[in-house]
């Protein structure tokens, strides 16, 4: 199929849906730019929990960290390492750009995945009205297609705007909970070496204490 028959099958699409296309092919657009972004940011998965990764990191520092959990943890180590005074406070501040970057566009998704359906149904409401002018005015055949052309809308748009919604539900849905992990690992990993921090009053971690 080359790209004359691709621009016609767009544009067919566009006169189906009416005015509510432009809107939701943006729609489109942003939700999933959104979801890859998110889904980029969390797609390393950490190879062991996060007490073996600390562990794993406070022996073999220099071991890159691929992963924001790992990097957090890295970073942990050093400000343990350098025996900052309140280690809490300065790992609030340092994972805080962590917490920032895995919820980047969580709003922006769901905004979209509500205003999509309201966006089909506007053009269900716009299709219906074009309907009935027409049965008003006895016309079957119009400049924008009469009857047929708004039952055709109206069915066109509902089904576009719940094609945008409902698979970006689901995989929102999935990064969500992957978020939640992450958010929960960030934590564990604050209490750890706040824990190891109180154990050893010179702030060294535990490998320097051997």
Not at 46 to 54: A, F, I, T
Not at 65 to 85: C, E, F, P, Y
Not at 121 to 135: A, H, K, Q, R
Not at 154 to 172: D, E
Request: glycine content about 8%.
């Amino acid at each position: 199929m080359g790209a004359a028959e691709h621009l016609l099958i767009i544009k067919e699409m566009f006169a189906a849906g009416g005015v509510v296309m432009p809107p939701l092919v943006l729609c489109t657009l942003l939700l999933w730019y959104g979801l890859g972004y998110r889904f980029w940011v969390m797609k390393e998965s950490k190879p062991m929990g996060v007490r073996d990764l600390l562990r794993y990191y406070q022996q073999h520092y220099d071991k890159p960290a691929k992963s924001i959990v790992a990097r957090a943890i890295k970073q942990g180590v050093l400000l343990q390492r350098r025996g900052v005074r309140n280690l809490r406070r300065h790992l609030d501040a340092a994972f805080y750009e962590y917490e920032r970057e895995i919820a980047k566009f969580a709003v922006l998704v769901r905004a979209v995945i509500l205003i999509a359906p309201l966006l089909g149904l506007l053009g269900t409401v716009i299709g219906m009205i074009e309907t009935f002018d027409s049965l008003a005015t006895m016309t079957l055949h119009s400049q924008s297609g009469g009857i047929a052309g708004g039952i055709s809308q109206a069915l066109f748009t509902t089904q576009m705007g719940l094609t945008v919604a409902i698979p970006g539900l689901l995989v929102h849905s999935i990064l969500k909970r992957k978020q939640h992990q992450i958010e929960l690992d960030l934590s564990q990993i604050k209490d750890l070496l706040c824990h190891q921090n109180h154990s050893q009053p010179s702030g060294r971690s535990l490998l320097d204490a051997k």
